[in-house]
């Protein structure tokens, strides 16, 4: 592991070093570190670049780590990883991605990420992006996650990307059975010329699935961000999607959703909110002390906390 | 000692309506004051215009021995003046702790947090880490508005109207926490209509179409109070009765 790549997974992982049990590091499109743990076994695919998570049957609270980082310019990395988590399992997944430029060459990770979830297993995907160095090539990060959710299995999908990406497409698609969850939380802010495109869609298939899609962003500079969230009620279920923006400068948010039900019981709910931080708020934190810039910088981190 | 002086404080709407013509007023140090008078007398903006939140159109205002009138909003609120919202402010995200430390300018212990929520009738473990959005209730919001003044520990508290919205049992602590300021010794406003407000004043202030028609210890201006007040609301009420 190099000194960038111990950085980049100090800011996406929370890592100083190799974690304890299960783990696969991936830098510059190569492995730089794997190790298995007694009920979570990691394989490498034969037949295109990526892996196989495999978590046995009841694993219980594990965590595994799958972080990729890109270290320098002139870097087109494209992986498959494949989740397989079987019944009754409860691990937490925390993935990640950092991309540091120094050249003019772009640089890009494209994770093509499949989550397999059995029945009644629990997973938590924490997924951090980060863009860092000086360099005017390009830091890209376009993930893919496609789920399947068996009967009563749940996925918690906690995403951010805070700094440094200039364009992301982050594409999500998942299909939920009988009982199935699945919950996400994004969390996006673009400045500069930046752009950000959300683009969730999710079947309820079964009786009594339902999905909670939330994501909070703020738009700043130039930057622009679209999200488009698409629910489709097949069953009795509940979908529930939010996109909430604060609009800042000359940056441009759109927020398209779709919701489309084919069951008489199917409750689908979407709420968009797109603004600029409310004067109000601004002069309540600076009665309390604070400037304006720090009641701004306050209010921005709080929205995205 | 003097903490607050306002010396000829106008104030016009960008319509050029007037709000407060040349409003005098002196407040001593460590004393109970409440400003009441009929809605749209000037009250809010009064507030607004010591807390810096409004300009004044005309006149100087003195606090704590300096001028401060061309100071903003943050400067005044360093030097010691704090203002507690009549409708406060709701923020996706910030937690009622990171308000009270916001307001405190420092970390705050468990059992500070306790101390501060406590006096507003309200658990530190159930609201702590609760956001300070949609999902409180007027009458919580305000009492975390009352407990984000307390944490400030300044040297002047003006509260707006503390009353509103608030139910029975939230107002008797709220006289408490008056009560306990009092002894404190800290200069406190209070903007109210509330006649039990109005009785543990040391002084009243009587604000009507943008002027000081009274002001005087309690025992002068109280017994008074209430029949210019119903007049002020409704000049035919008397002839009804």
């Known amino acids: 592991m190099n000194r960038i790549t111990q950085k980049l997974l100090g800011l996406v992982s929370g890592l100083s070093g190799r974690p304890g049990g299960a783990y696969n590091i991936r830098e510059d499109s190569r492995c730089a570190g794997r190790q298995n743990s007694e009920h979570i076994r990691i394989e490498q695919k034969t037949d295109k670049p990526g892996i196989d998570i495999i978590v046995r049957a009841g694993t219980r609270g594990e965590t595994v780590y799958i972080p990729a980082c890109i270290t320098h310019s002139a870097v087109d990395d494209l992986v498959y990883n494949d989740f397989y988590i079987a019944e009754g399992a409860d691990v937490t997944v925390v993935a990640g991605c950092g991309v540091h430029t120094e050249g003019e060459a772009d640089s890009r990770h494209n994770g093509i990420h499949r989550f397999f979830i059995g029945k009644d297993a629990h997973v938590r995907y924490l997924e951090k992006h980060i863009g860092t160095g000086g360099g005017t090539g390009k830091r890209i990060i376009d993930p893919q996650t496609v789920c399947e959710i068996a009967e009563g299995g749940l996925l918690e999908m906690d995403t951010a990307q805070i700094r440094g990406v200039d364009s992301t497409k982050r594409v999500t698609r998942a299909r939920l059975e009988r009982a199935a969850r699945l919950v996400i939380r994004e969390k996006i802010m673009t400045y500069g010329c930046q752009s950000a495109v959300t683009d969730f869609e999710v079947e309820l298939n079964g009786t009594g699935s339902g999905t909670d899609l939330v994501s909070r962003s703020v738009a700043r500079g130039e930057s622009k961000q679209l999200f488009r969230s698409r629910i489709y009620g097949n069953a009795a279920c509940s979908g529930h999607s939010e996109c909430d923006a604060i609009i800042m400068d000359g940056a441009e948010v759109s927020a398209i959703p779709e919701l489309t039900a084919r069951h008489v019981d199917a409750a689908l709910i979407h709420e968009a909110a797109i603004g600029k931080i409310a004067g109000e708020q601004i002069v309540k934190l600076m009665t309390l002390g604070l400037t304006e810039e720090q009641a701004e910088a306050k209010i921005i981190d709080g929205f995205l906390k | ?241």
């Open chain 2, 1 to 241: 000692m003097i903490v607050l002086e306002l010396k000829g404080i106008s104030f016009q709407t960008p319509e050029r309506r007037e709000i407060l013509n040349e409003v005098g007023l002196r407040l001593e140090k460590g004393k109970f004051i409440v400003v009441t008078g009929p809605n749209g007398g000037g009250k809010t903006t009064l507030a607004k215009l010591i807390s810096g939140i409004e300009k004044p159109s005309g006149g100087r205002i003195v606090f704590d021995g300096r001028d401060i009138t061309d100071m903003d909003i943050t400067q005044r609120a360093r030097l010691g003046i704090c203002y507690a919202f009549q409708q406060p402010v709701r923020f996706k995200g910030l937690t009622v702790r990171d308000i009270l430390e916001l307001a405190a300018g420092r970390f705050l212990r468990e059992e500070e947090l306790c101390g501060y929520l406590m006096e507003v009738g309200l658990c530190a473990q159930d609201y702590m880490g609760r956001e300070i959005d949609a999902s409180l209730s007027g009458g919580e919001i305000k009492r975390i508005e009352i407990a984000t003044a307390l944490a400030r520990e300044a040297k002047l508290t003006i509260f707006d109207e503390p009353e509103a919205g608030i139910d029975l049992w939230s107002f008797n602590s709220l006289i408490g926490v008056f009560q306990a300021l009092r002894k404190k010794g800290k200069s406190v406003m209070v903007i109210s209509h509330q006649e039990r407000i109005l009785a543990i004043a040391d002084e009243i202030v009587v604000l009507a179409d943008g002027k000081v028609v009274r002001h005087g210890p309690k025992a002068e201006v109280f017994p008074t109070l209430l029949g210019e007040q119903k007049q002020s609301f409704c000049p035919r009420q008397e002839e009804r009765i």
